[in-house]
């Protein structure tokens, strides 16, 4: 059984950093596609960045390109976030997917529960 479980969410000034954890157990998939996902009140969920470990492939949505990295350690993946906004804060989820990327939420099975960001000064 596959389970994901984030931490690292908290409240920040604009311009400051965070570092997102996301711990993993179960994930067996020969094609495994990770991602990060976040959601303000009334908006759609959308990707922010997606990552095939085996290939190396990542992607970055355009709004945090250049802020936000990737960064894996067996089991923890983690989302380096630096010069945050206020329209960074949303409920950030890590994700999991047999197969190859994709950046719909649809597409991915397996989710943790959730961390919450804020960024306000």
């Known amino acids: 059984q596959v389970h994901l479980m984030e931490s690292g969410g908290g409240s920040v000034q604009p311009g400051r950093s965070l570092r997102l954890s996301c711990v993993t157990s179960?994930?067996?998939?020969?094609?495994?596609?990770m991602g990060w996902f976040r959601q303000a009140p009334g908006t759609e969920r959308k990707a922010v960045a997606l990552?095939?470990?085996?290939?190396?492939y990542v992607w970055y949505a355009d709004s945090v390109k250049g802020r936000f990295t990737w960064s894996r350690d067996d089991a923890n993946n983690s989302l380096n976030m630096n010069d945050l906004k206020p329209e960074d804060t949303a409920m950030y989820y890590c994700?999991?997917?047999?197969?190859?990327?994709?950046?719909?939420?649809?597409?991915?099975?397996?989710w943790g529960q959730g961390t919450q960001v804020t960024v306000s000064s």
């Open positions: 994700a999991a997917r047999s197969g190859n990327c994709a950046s719909a939420p649809t597409a991915f099975s397996n």
């Open positions: 179960g994930v067996t998939y020969s094609t495994l596609c």
């Open positions: 990552i095939n470990p085996t290939s190396g």
